[in-house]
């Protein structure tokens, strides 16, 4: 079985602090993906990347930024968390032989986090 | 840009009746759809997917979906819900995903 996991299940941090939230994934897999989501939103694309040390913009990427220097590690940065960023992440991995959104995303189990 | 609607955000539905969840999508060419399901403290699992050929594709957990191009929709079934089947559904087109419908089954 695809296994995605994820460093945290919750996370409290201020506002200003400096947040990582990190996604393993151990089926060799070439495209990982980080997502919020939110009530009434559902989920939103922050980035993704389809190689090791490639990235790409998803649809809300402002005051966000990733790391991927090992194939299987996917890494979110917050630079500097504000209390709009309060929401559940997650991680997903998929196989594919080149950047396609065709392919299942095998999703981890979701960090929640909170920024006061 | 492409978009998903998922036009009920939550359905309430008997222990064995059927179940139908509505989605629609706007995307340039035929996307690549999927339905997903997240059980509370759970990441989202796949239900079922539809690359091309047949459009009625069958899932997982006794579900299935049908695409239909002339309505830009792919909406899942299935034709007894069973307790465990209370969770969020997801559809997604590609990498959008709609907001989900939020399923509770009544005993």
């Known amino acids: 079985d695809v296994k995605v996991t994820q460093s945290s299940r919750y996370l409290v941090k201020r506002t200003g602090e400096k947040v990582f939230l990190e996604c393993v994934q151990d089926?060799?897999?070439?495209?990982m993906f980080w997502y919020r989501q939110d009530p009434g939103l559902g989920l939103r694309l922050i980035y993704f990347s389809y190689d090791v040390k490639m990235k790409e913009k998803g649809d809300i990427p402002e005051g966000y930024s990733v790391s991927r220097e090992k194939k299987e590690r996917f890494s979110l940065i917050l630079e500097s968390a504000s209390t709009s960023q309060t929401s559940m992440y997650l991680c997903?991995?998929?196989?594919?032989?080149?950047?396609?959104?065709?392919?299942?995303?095998?999703f981890g189990p979701g960090t929640r986090l909170t920024v006061l | 840009a492409q978009s998903v609607t998922q036009p009920d955000i939550h359905i309430t539905v008997s222990e064995g009746a059927s179940l139908e969840l509505r989605c629609n999508y706007s995307y340039g060419a035929t996307p690549y759809l999927f339905w997903y399901v997240q059980s509370p403290g759970q990441g989202l699992q796949l239900l079922l997917k539809y690359f091309s050929g047949d459009t009625l594709v069958q899932g997982i957990k006794g579900f299935e979906a049908e695409f239909k191009r002339s309505q830009s929709s792919f909406n899942l079934r299935k034709p007894s819900v069973h307790w465990s089947d209370a969770a969020e559904y997801f559809c997604?087109?590609?990498?959008?995903f709609g907001a989900g419908t939020t399923v509770t089954v009544r005993a």
């Open positions: 997903a991995s998929s196989s594919s032989q080149g950047l396609t959104s065709t392919d299942t995303q095998y």
């Open positions: 089926m060799d897999h070439e495209n």
């Open positions: 997604a087109a590609g990498l959008s």
